[in-house]
């Protein structure tokens, strides 16, 4: 028999090249590094060329390498479009969606997207989690999950990366602290109390970035790693919080909380989703993002319209001191 390059062959070498390291590409498709690095030799015996230099700092592509990754993440691209043409042709979409989410996004925007979905697609099994967007990254690379909705886009060859939303971050109070609705630049508030994301939160390190340059000037800190608690905090006191947009679309209409976005430039937030170049979405995880774009969409205009009508009803703006 002839010797070929097989499909684990391939994925072991796409796997070294975009990780730059064996060691990483071993714990990424869950093998031994031994076997994995027999598998990339294997590779290179067959095509007749070194792919990669090998050093205690990784591995470097070679000039071959980088050329056959290119004709690696084609194949493995169509072997995975072939198997999605091939279970098209039953009309129906159904499968299993395993999806990464936000906490913003857990927050706002599925309890009001997922019932509808779920009863469109009664065929759709869906498993959702939720993390910050570091660890959704390194949950899709891992294959643990299809894909993710994440406001930090990576850095990552082997991934695909769309843009689905923007929007600004949008500062959050109460009654007490004293603003009226509507966008606001932070250097024109007075100092405030600020309940502060944690660290894995995207949001933490702008919002820290626009403390140092002294454009938001803050007394008291508070951190804080739960989105609804830091909202629920914000309505019953004189603190105030920074979230997403999509975070707080359901409280539009509270009363008791005072939404206003944010346009300092550092503060616009997007929302991408991210998945395997070599494994593009199914039929199935398609009918689940085009869902969830078209409700983002739609919490933007809700928020574009509470805005509209909160400036018509505008009390005066009194910051507490």
């Known amino acids: 028999m002839i010797p070929c390059i097989s499909f684990r062959h391939l994925q ?6 975009e990780e730059g390291s064996f060691t990483k590409a071993a714990e990424r498709e869950r093998c031994t590094q031994p ?3 027999a598998q990339v030799r294997n590779v290179e015996e067959l095509v007749g060329a070194n792919l990669f230099e090998r ?34 042709l039953t009309k129906q979409v159904s499968g299993t969606v395993r999806a990464g989410v936000i906490p913003s996004l857990v927050r ?35 294959r643990e999950i299809d894909l993710a909705f994440v406001v930090e886009p990576p850095r990552h060859e082997g991934l695909e990366i769309e843009k689905l ?6 500062l959050i109070s109460g009654a007490a602290f004293g603003l009226s609705p509507g966008p606001l630049r ?3 508030i007075p100092p405030v109390k600020m309940i502060m994301p944690g660290r894995r939160h995207s949001l933490r390190a702008t ?48 009363r008791d909380l ?36 078209t409700e983002t969409n739609r919490a933007a205009d809700l928020m574009s319209h509470y805005l509209a009508v909160s400036r018509q009803r505008k009390r005066p703006a009194k910051a507490a001191q």
């Open 12 to 17: 072991y070498f796409v796997a070294v090249y």
């Open 35 to 37: 076997a994995l690095s």
């Open 207 to 254: 919002i820290e970035r626009a403390i140092w340059t002294r454009s938001l000037s803050v007394k008291r800190v508070l951190e804080m790693d739960s989105v609804p608690g830091m909202i629920a905090l914000a309505r019953g006191s004189d603190w105030v919080t920074i979230l997403p947009l999509a975070a707080i679309v359901r409280d539009r209409d509270d």
């Open 258 to 293: 005072t939404l206003n976005p944010i346009t300092d430039a550092q503060f616009g937030v997007n929302l991408y989703l991210i998945y395997l170049t070599q494994f593009p979405l199914s039929p199935t995880a398609t009918a689940f993002v085009d869902a969830l774009r």
């Open 186 to 188: 932070l250097a024109d």
């Open 165 to 170: 939303a923007d929007g600004p971050a949008v």
């Open 108 to 142: 706002g925007i599925l309890p009001s997207f997922l019932p509808r979905f779920i009863e469109t697609h009664p065929a759709i099994e869906l498993s959702i989690t939720e993390s910050f967007s570091g660890t959704l990254t390194d949950w899709v690379l891992a």
């Open 55 to 88: 050093s205690v700092a990784g591995a470097i592509p070679t000039v071959a390498g980088r050329r056959f990754y290119h004709h690696a993440i084609s194949i493995l691209r169509s072997l995975r479009s072939a198997e999605l043409d091939m279970a098209a």
